[in-house]
C-alpha cells in the first residue's frame, strides 16, 4: 500500500523551510517501532507491518505534511483490518498500533481519538453531513482543512487520505458512487485516484484475508497432527 501524491493539485511547498528540511531516515523509525514493540510478530504481520511502515514513514516526513483526522482515519481503518486476528500468543494489537504511531513522531491516543470522532459523525450524520465547513462540526472542519490545503496546492495526498475518505462514506451508509465523486470533489481531490488507491487497499486486504486463511488451516492441521 505505498504513498502517491496527485500532481495536478501540487506547487513549491511554503508549509516548512524546503532546504533546511532534513527527514530521518527510515531505519530510524523501522529502530523505533522494534524498539518500542519487542514481542516477535508472525511473518504474515510483519512483512505487510514494514510495507506500512515505510509508507507512513514518506507520508510524515514530507516536507508538506500536515497531520489531520481524515488522515488519522485512514491510517487508524489500515491498521486495525491488517492487525485483525492478531491475539494471543501471536501478539498484542493494541500495542502494535501504539508502537507503530509512536515510531513515526506521533500520538497514538490523538489518533484514536481524532479517528473516533470521525467515524461518529459520518454514522449519525450520513453522506449528506459530509461537506467541509470551516464553521461546523469537529469532522466538517477536519474536511475543510484539507479541501483548503488542497486549493492552495499545499495538500500531500496518500493512499491512507484515501481510505479515510472512504471509511467516511462507508460509515455514513453511502453507496451511490456518485458520492465519492461528490466528497472528493469538495475535498479538490482527483477521484481518478482515490477510486484507483481504493481499488489497491482492498486488494491487498483480500491477499491477506486469504494467507491469514491459509495460516490458521496450517495451524489446525498441526494441532490435529499433535492430537
Not at 529502530?31 to 510495507?51: D, G
Not at 471509511?167 to 465523486?181: F, I, N, Q, T, V
Not at 488507491?197 to 491459509?214: F, I, W
Amino acid at each position: 500500500l505505498d504513498s502517491s501524491t496527485s500532481k495536478n493539485t501540487r506547487k513549491p511547498s511554503t508549509a516548512k523551510n524546503v532546504k533546511g528540511w532534513s527527514p530521518p531516515p527510515v531505519a530510524d523509525t523501522k529502530a523505533a517501532f522494534y524498539a518500542l514493540y519487542r514481542k516477535p510478530l508472525p511473518a504474515i504481520y510483519n512483512v505487510v507491518l514494514q510495507e506500512l511502515l515505510v509508507q507512513a514513514h514518506l507520508v510524515r516526513n514530507n516536507v508538506d505534511y500536515v497531520y489531520d483526522a481524515l488522515y488519522a482515519l485512514g491510517l487508524s481503518s489500515v491498521l486495525d483490518a491488517v492487525l485483525e486476528g492478531l491475539e494471543g500468543s501471536a501478539g498484542d494489537k493494541g500495542a502494535v498500533f501504539d508502537a507503530f504511531v509512536k515510531s513515526l513522531g506521533e500520538d497514538p491516543a490523538k489518533y484514536r481519538s481524532d479517528a473516533a470522532e470521525m467515524a461518529k459523525f459520518a454514522k449519525e450524520g450520513g453522506a449528506d453531513a459530509l461537506t467541509p465547513s470551516a464553521d461546523g462540526s469537529f469532522a466538517q472542519k477536519a474536511l475543510a482543512s484539507v479541501a483548503a490545503r488542497a486549493a492552495s496546492g499545499e495538500l500531500y495526498y496518500s493512499r491512507f487520505l484515501a481510505v479515510g475518505i472512504f471509511r467516511m462514506l462507508e460509515l455514513s451508509g453511502a453507496k451511490d458512487p456518485k458520492a465519492l465523486e461528490a466528497l472528493a470533489s469538495s475535498l479538490g481531490v482527483p477521484q481518478a485516484a482515490v477510486a484507483r488507491d481504493l481499488g489497491t487497499y482492498k486488494a491487498v486486504l483480500s491477499k491477506l484475508a486469504a494467507a491469514k486463511e491459509l495460516m490458521r488451516e496450517l495451524l489446525e492441521r498441526e494441532r490435529k497432527k499433535q492430537a
